[in-house]
């Protein structure tokens, strides 16, 4: 067909500028995301969209990434400015402070600087199931404080080591005292060797690391009461700041051609088509999300600020990673095929004219439909499976599956056109998918983090069915305080206490509901 033939070309060129190079793997905040956006709202307005946005078709939305050191911190210890993270780093509940001071190793006396080495008290809890080097740093910071110190510089030379680092989403509260935590070898044999009192200069303080990610969102008006959300992230991890990379190495652009140039190209094709097409009886509205790759930032944002009433929407189709249709199978993945009955309506996995089908019923996953299953909303997702580019920079335009990628738009459009004179599509609650932060550990709460979340505690997002924290009656929105003994300051430590516990233990869980605080019995 001429026209497939067509679409074919046109997914050629927006996938090819979209993963060059010149846009840097399109990072959330960055000029490459800056590129990314202007050429879809241009595409979007070449389509006949209205702007849907908050600025024209933009919608600004901030990432919380939690704190940082405000510039201009830092730690000198014997005359030599060390670098921050690499050398050292200020506990995230330190104290705010200036410190010009001396005193000797291991001393601990009132109105002194303590320099303290954690080798002792390893040692001493070197038998102790539960010893978790965070919270006794943080307890041993308190005695400090109340008895005198003014101010804490630790290190370790335990042969054991540790896994410190800084923890930006740690939100305990703040000591009275200013802690830091010293990793650079020479300065500590200095420490050791030294005869006389150490020399510690420093200033600390924090702020919130906040950087903002960019919706654009286009809206095919047919006056219709119902609307369809056409969504696709176009945000990607640039060099991999983010550690969402799988690439080691020298940094490298990450050009995401499959991951997801490749569904944001999906909806400029299936705006051209739905444009004064038959399936009016239901608007249509494109969005491109962005911070997606930090933990679905953008999608959440839009369910949370929607710029359509959200109970008009009808249902959601996202179009993440749909380049790399398999030549020799032809068959994709489809997603939330359980939150409608409507669904199998419309598709039936069996019949294989255009492509094989494999469904996944679970409306939750790693993507941005995700979010709109959380506000009971219809969703279905289409995924052409994950490769050995997957978050590499090799996951470039020319390893695309062009005409795969046509049959998928045809796909698509059928499903919307099947479902056109449908009423509005009724919602199934469907079992949650596994995360990988439960897989990884012997047990699990069941609770689906919410990665946005930035305030102290975890926060659930949702609860899955039968598994612990629901049999405990923990629901959406309960944020976890405290596990067992242990104080859950942010997702880290989250999943450092639940690597503490196996199968079959009962445990205590301290949770806020709203502005008040619980506490329930949950058996992993
Ligand atoms: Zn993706």
Known sequence: MRADRAAQVRFQQHVSYLASDSLEGRRTGTRGEWLARNYIAEQFRQAGLLPKGLEGYIQPFEVNEGKKPQTGSYLLVLGDTLKADKDYFFFPWSAKAEIKDKSLPGVREVNTLWIIDLHEGITDNAGNPHFDLGSYIYEQTKKAASSGATALLLYNTHPSGDKLSFQPKDRTETLAVPAAYL?????????????????????????ENIRRGYNVIG????????????????????????????????????????????????????????????????????????????????????TEKPTVDLKSINYMINMDMVGR???????????????????????????????????????????????????????LFYF?????????????????????????????????????????????????????????????????????????????????????????????????????????????????TLGKFKKGQTVKVVYQRGDKTEEVSVTF
């Open 384 to 496: 052409t499976g994950l490769h050995t580019d997957y978050h590499k920079p090799s996951d470039d335009a020319d390893r695309i599956n062009y005409s795969g990628m046509v049959r998928i738009l045809r796909h698509i459009e059928r499903t919307i056109g099947g479902l056109n004179e449908e009423p509005k599509l009724a919602f199934l609650k469907t079992r949650e998918a596994q995360t990988t932060t439960t897989a990884r550990f012997s047990v699990t709460m069941g609770i689906m983090p919410d990665y946005t979340y930035s305030g102290k505690g975890v926060r659930a997002d949702g609860v899955g069915e039968g598994k612990p924290a629901q049999k405990a009656g923990l629901k959406a929105g309960d944020i976890v305080l405290q596990i067992g003994e242990y104080n859950i300051s942010s997702m880290e430590s989250y999943m450092q």
């Open 183 to 207: 990793r650079n070898e020479a300065a500590i044999r200095a420490i050791q060797v030294s005869k006389g009192p150490i020399y510690v200069e420093a200033r600390v303080s924090f702020e």
């Open 219 to 302: 809206y095919l008006d047919n006056r219709a009461e119902k609307t369809v959300v056409l969504g696709a992230h176009y945000d990607h991890l640039g060099y991999g700041e983010d550690n969402n990379s799988r690439h080691t190495g020298t940094p490298d652009i990450h050009n995401g051609a499959d991951d997801n140039a490749s569904g944001t190209s999906m909806l400029f094709e299936l705006a051209r088509l739905l444009k004064g097409k038959s399936a009016q009886k239901n608007n249509y509205l494109f969005i491109a999300f962005s911070g997606e790759e930090l933990g679905l930032y953008g999608s959440k944002y839009f």
């Open 325 to 379: 249709l398999p030549d020799s199978s032809q068959t994709i993945t489809l997603g939330g095929y359980g939150t409608s009955p409507a669904w199998s309506k419309v598709i039936d996995p069996k019949k294989n004219d255009l492509l094989g089908i494999r469904i996944d019923s679970s409306g939750t996953g790693p993507s941005d439909h995700s979010s709109f299953y959380r506000k009971d909303i219809p969703v």
